[in-house]
């Protein structure tokens, strides 16, 4: 493996370990006692997270209807010299097949309510919007000119919440632990990989609308 491989897998790692940590943690800081996996899940409690929810029945909805008309991919994903809309559209369906678009709905649906019980409704689709196509823009730039999905947007719900842990969390510890998700979106950009870039505009967004004073949605 040489050293651009052995990089991209780091951040990967780093990426989903640390984020596997966070997540746990923020969605279970009522004091909910429930092992991992399911941990993950504590987030979707009463009351349901409404952005998360309407985020997941959307991707579902779509990602039934690519599977039922493959054209619709070819028809909304990124393409070489492609309208600028593309940059929207690609973050709509998932061109690498069953277990893009599996692993990206497993992913939104852990990721988005623990971000939706953070910053709020319009926060998350905010930072999801903004990360996703700031990352399809820059793809259809030059950094990869063909595909969609969006892995990217739920990246930037990560960094979100990692840039706003690290200066607001109650774990010292995971505090610093966090520091890696950024510093791994840093390394993706370097390396050309989209990821990175929603990785770093969701931190950005994170560490700039998250605030101490905002009350939690409570259970």
Not at 38 to 43: G, K, N, T
Not at 84 to 111: E, H, I, P
Request: charged content about 10%; glycine content about 10%; overall charge positive.
């Amino acid at each position: 493996m040489n050293m651009h491989g052995v990089l991209l897998y780091g951040c990967a790692v780093a990426v989903i370990g640390s984020g596997i940590q966070l997540l746990t943690t923020l969605a279970t800081k009522d004091g909910a006692e429930t092992p991992p996996p399911l941990a993950l899940l504590q987030a979707w409690r009463h009351p349901v997270p409404r952005a998360a929810t309407a985020l997941l029945v959307t991707m579902v909805v779509l990602g039934v209807a690519q599977t039922a008309a493959p054209a619709m991919i070819d028809t909304l994903e990124r393409h070489p010299h492609g309208a600028w809309w593309r940059a929207v559209t690609a973050l709509l369906v998932q061109s690498s097949g069953w277990f893009q678009l599996l692993f990206n709905l497993a992913a939104l649906a852990v990721v988005a309510p623990i971000a939706e019980r953070q910053f709020g409704a319009w926060r998350t689709l905010l930072i999801f919007s903004v990360s996703g196509v700031t990352a399809q823009a820059v793809s259809m730039a030059g950094w990869s000119l063909q595909g969609g999905g969006d892995s990217v947007a739920i990246c930037g719900l990560v960094g979100a919440l990692a840039t706003w842990y690290a200066a607001r969390g109650s774990v010292v510890a995971l505090r610093r632990t966090a520091l890696a998700i950024p510093a791994a979106g840093l390394v993706l950009c370097l390396l050309t990989n989209n990821h990175g870039v929603g990785l770093v505009i969701g931190s950005a967004l994170g560490a700039g609308l998250a605030t101490p004073t905002r009350p939690p949605l409570t259970a």
